[in-house]
């Protein structure tokens, strides 16, 4: 089967890597790719907003399969127009339809789909431009910290927490008024403060059964000890120490299966990846957000950990047999540290030239996200530039060898947290 993958950064690096292992693969696409999966795929360039273009590229190549990697695309109705069109019989796509991919293009929507199957999730009030006084009037009755969320997608950086509600209150209006976040802000989630500890976890559906992927931690802030802006995630570790039995099953029981099966009672087809960001507080689990694809970094600690044929589970998903499809994880851990451009999560600098290790240790892994190629040599080209995996017994050798790695690592303004997973041993 010939694959198409749609994205360009660490996630599909990843996704890419372990299909390419697959024995049902004859040819591997990715669109538009980066320098990582140019070397193990064939790279399309293609504006993949574009749908007409996606649809001649599968036509043009033969393709059998699409997996959709990040979520605009998602959000923003590709798999309809995909599913819909008659010149692609037999298609298999793995991402959910428009209606589906809403769980994550709208906070306000998740809120309200959370509240009516019963799933737990901290208290809100959801306000668009036309309700700047009332939403004002909801921020003042709200207790310190303060949780303001663009509604939209704004690339893991639309939520704003703070304890001053002078800040609050600059921070609603900017966001009401398009603009911080433009149009994906101009509907805003504010929320309850759930003070607890952050995990994620994630499944694979068809809309009926689904199986459980690894679960992940993610460091979102920019600086150690969890300071500064958030930006997309600087690393990950899989799986998650803290998540005993006890909050598993109820995570599994109060949150995962309430949610595919609410999806069904709302007639919303679905078939692709769920992520559930969790808070545990205490011992009980609640959303903080939803996800329409896996994470990034995460899937640079997940995907590893997957010892089963990826494309052989997403045949199984296409055909309706996911019931039927035993899925095996390997236990060991997995880390990951991300090397990020100079003044990331803000404006940087691309283009810059990358020495990367001649060879790699075993079980150690470099997904690329912003890189390209040029004349053969590899350049940075953007904020996250790759993800240094590792895989071992215990969390602090993966850990260590993750660090390992990244000290081979070397372009021009090169940063990375140095506490990664530190929180965990």
């Not at 994205?7 to 697959?22: I, M, P, T, V, Y």
């Not at 959000?75 to 209606?99: C, F, I, Q, S, W």
């Not at 809309?207 to 150690?224: F, I, N, Q």
């Not at 690393?235 to 998650?240: D, I, N, Q």
Request: net charge negative; proline share 5%.
């Amino acid at each position: 089967m010939n694959v198409l993958l749609i994205g360009s950064g660490g996630r599909e690096h990843a996704l890419a890597w372990k299909l390419a292992q697959s024995s049902f693969l004859t040819g591997l696409f990715v669109a538009p790719g980066n320098a990582g999966t140019d070397s193990i795929a064939t790279n399309l360039k293609l504006d993949v907003s574009n749908h007409d273009a996606v649809s001649r590229a599968i036509k043009r190549h033969d393709i059998g399969m699409v997996v959709v990697g990040p979520e605009a695309p998602l959000v923003n109705g590709l798999v309809d127009e995909l599913l819909d069109d008659t010149k692609h019989p037999g298609l298999v796509v793995v991402g959910p339809r428009k209606a589906g991919a809403q769980l994550e293009g709208s906070k306000a929507f998740a809120k309200e789909f959370m509240r009516r199957h019963n799933i737990p999730t901290a208290a809100y009030g959801a306000f668009d431009a036309t309700q700047q006084e009332e939403a004002q009037e909801f921020l003042r009755n709200m207790q310190a910290p303060y949780v303001i969320k663009a509604d939209g997608l704004a690339g893991g950086k639309g939520v704003i927490i703070t304890e001053d509600l002078d800040e609050a209150q600059q921070v609603l209006e900017g966001m009401l008024s398009g603009a911080s976040f433009g149009d994906a802000g101009t509907q805003v989630v504010l929320e309850q403060y759930l003070d607890g500890i952050e995990c994620s976890m994630f499944a694979v559906t068809d809309g009926d059964a689904y199986h459980l992927l690894p679960s992940a931690k993610d460091y979102k802030r920019v600086g150690e000890g969890d300071t500064g802006p958030n930006t997309g995630g600087m690393g990950a570790v899989s799986p998650v120490p803290f998540m005993d039995a006890e909050f598993h099953e109820k995570a599994i029981n109060q949150i995962i299966i309430p949610t595919i099966k609410g999806l069904a009672a709302d007639g919303i087809p679905y078939q692709g990846f769920l992520f559930f960001g969790l808070m545990k507080v205490g011992g009980d689990p609640f959303v903080i957000e939803y996800n329409c694809r896996l994470g990034d970094p995460e899937t640079e600690v997940i995907i590893p950990r997957i010892q089963s044929d990826l494309l052989h589970l997403f045949e199984s998903m296409g055909a309706g047999l996911l019931s039927e499809y035993h899925l095996q994880i390997d236990s060991r851990t997995c880390s990951t540290v991300m090397l990020v451009s100079q003044g990331y999560p803000g404006k940087v600098e691309k283009g810059k030239a990358m020495t990367l290790p001649e060879s790699m240790p075993k079980d150690t892994m470099l997904f690329h996200g912003g890189t390209t190629v040029s004349r053969g040599q590899v350049l940075t080209d953007g904020g996250r530039v790759v993800a240094c995996s590792a895989l071992s017994t215990t969390p602090e050798d993966a850990i260590k060898r993750s660090y390992d790695l990244a000290s081979k690592v070397v372009f021009e303004g090169m940063s990375f947290r140095k506490d990664i997973g530190q929180d965990l041993l």
